[in-house]
């Protein structure tokens, strides 16, 4: 990695940048580093503009490259990418059913839980036995 990518990622690990979110932004000025020249922020703007991927992936290459562009002093017309929201696959009830029926007992009566119920995950994971009333068949979430 150049002496750059390198400082600015010690700058922003000492303004308290998590862990994950300095691998994730090294990989990527890696990758713009390969392909264009960082301190050339047109070259890098046409470089993620044609890249073959979605928006939302293009900008967590801008948001990355932004760091550098602001820790090293330069300037540059930060694009923007809008996010596509993509219709979410609803699978069938059937498909449903033969998840449940080849899952672990324990697994099995989560996902009947979460079907039959409707509650999220996470709201189901809150559950306690006390929250459970089995002779009225109830589940207080």
């Known amino acids: 990695m150049k ?3 390198i400082n600015t990622l010690i700058k922003l690990k000492s303004s308290g940048i998590s862990e994950s979110t300095l691998k994730y932004v090294a990989y990527r000025l890696s990758v713009l580093d390969r392909n264009c020249d960082l301190d050339n922020t047109q070259e890098v703007s046409n470089f993620i503009a044609n890249m073959k991927a979605s928006n939302s992936y293009k ?3 801008v948001k990355s490259y932004n760091y550098y562009v602001v820790l090293n002093g330069l300037s540059w017309n930060k694009p923007t990418y ?4 993509k219709i979410p696959k609803i699978p069938t009830t059937e498909a449903i059913n033969k ?3 080849r899952a672990s007992r324990k697994y099995a009566t989560i ?4 079907m ?3 509650v999220m995950p996470y709201e189901l994971s809150q559950v306690s036995i ?6 009225k068949g109830i589940i207080n979430v």
Do not use: A, Q, W
Not at 82 to 85: D, F, G, L, M, N
């Open 82 to 85: 809008k996010y596509e929201r």
């Open 59 to 61: 900008d967590t290459f």
């Open 116 to 118: 039959e119920t409707e």
């Open 99 to 101: 998840m449940i029926s």
């Open 3 to 5: 002496g750059n990518i």
């Open 130 to 135: 006390k929250d459970i009333d089995l002779e």
């Open 111 to 114: 996902f009947k839980i979460l």
